[in-house]
């Protein structure tokens, strides 16, 4: 019968994967809590100044936008996870529960996984508005929510299932070095699943990506075609590569890292590099805001009417409704999927 160490300190659980706790602020301690915070609180304001500008302006009102809030929202939890995680490191690491540093790493687990699966969202609804030529997505309201509820509950299951037992307590040898509290299956499991996902969204991006480009490609043989399409066309196309380079960057490094800590490499010096990779990752929740919304021209207007609020308090927003001829209505927008002109 196996014995486990549920009465154990979270300083005996570090000791035994070897990795260090300090008992006094270093100045790299000092650094990486400083700059985790700024992080935290840049991502907080703009996922929130996001949410907020969707909620208020009814042009939003559809479900590529809804699916944006929610990734904003995943974006808000992933900074105040991250903000929980930077009060609870360093010194005070040791002097946390067991319960209580299960908490630390399940926020952070399922705000990371709720932000990588609404991204895949998205670039799913991209990708069929982008193909099939339309306005909007033909997803209901109904149906948006529902897919909204199930990108929650799976982050949550993620994040949860190592406090609930995929941990190493009954079984000290299986421990993971970055997350001495996780069995390492459970790493490799959590990395191989955002990887596959990472996969699916490049190739959903690249076809994005090859098609605008074919496209682009035909209708310049035309001298009739609407100017306002190549426009668009080339900034789908920036759009699509800065939102797979951000990603990439951010979160690849961090996946491999956690890949080969779960495989167990003894030749890796994962613990050198394992908070740089995970601020990079939380880097992406800020890059997320700024590619998918303020690269939206009606966004950015909504944006400066919020920060600016007391200076139109004395007048309210109405939206001017003007007509649209039917090359206007398929139109594609600076952020990549079919819109009205946001000059409306």
């Known amino acids: 019968m196996k ?59 559809y479900p590529i936008y809804y699916l944006l809030g929610n990734l904003a929202a995943a974006d808000l939890f992933a900074g105040i996870a991250y903000m929980f995680l930077m009060f609870h490191t360093g010194p005070r690491t040791g002097k946390l529960s067991l319960k209580t540093w299960f908490i630390r790493q399940s926020l952070l687990d399922t705000s990371l996984t709720a932000s990588v699966v609404n991204l895949l969202a998205i670039a799913v609804e991209r990708h069929q508005t982008v193909f099939t030529m339309q306005l909007h997505s033909k997803m209901s309201n109904q149906r948006v929510m529902i897919l909204i509820f199930c990108i929650w509950v799976t982050a949550l299951l993620l994040g949860l299932i190592p406090s609930y037992g995929w941990h190493c307590l009954c079984a000290l040898e299986k421990c993971s070095s970055m997350a001495p509290l996780y069995s390492r299956s459970y790493l490799t499991f959590w990395a191989i699943s955002n990887l596959v996902i990472f996969l699916i969204m490049v190739v959903v991006y690249t076809h994005i990506f090859i098609y605008v480009k074919r496209k682009m490609t035909r209708m310049s043989k035309h001298t009739s075609f609407h100017p306002r399409y190549k426009e668009t066309m080339i ?45 990079l990752a939380e880097i992406n929740s800020l890059i997320n805001a700024i590619v998918y919304s303020y690269r939206d021209n009606e966004m950015r207007n909504t944006f400066r009417r919020i920060l600016c609020f007391v200076c139109y308090r004395n007048s309210k927003y109405t939206p001017t409704v003007v007509k649209l001829n039917t090359t206007d209505r398929r139109t594609l927008s600076q952020n990549g999927h079919f819109t009205v002109d946001s000059s409306i």
């Open 3 to 61: 014995h486990c160490f549920y009465n154990e300190t979270v300083e005996f659980f570090y000791n035994n994967s070897r990795k260090e706790l300090t008992t006094y602020w270093r100045t790299k301690d000092v650094l990486v809590v400083a700059l985790g915070l700024t992080v935290s609180v840049i991502v907080l304001l703009t996922n929130l100044l996001v949410i907020t500008a969707i909620i208020i302006n009814r042009r939003f009102h």
């Open 235 to 279: 900034s789908l196309v920036k759009t699509v590569t800065i939102i797979l380079s951000a990603f990439v960057i951010c979160w690849t490094p961090g996946q491999v890292v956690l890949l080969l800590d779960g495989l167990g490499c003894k030749s890796c010096n994962v613990l050198a590099v394992e908070k740089y990779v995970l601020l």
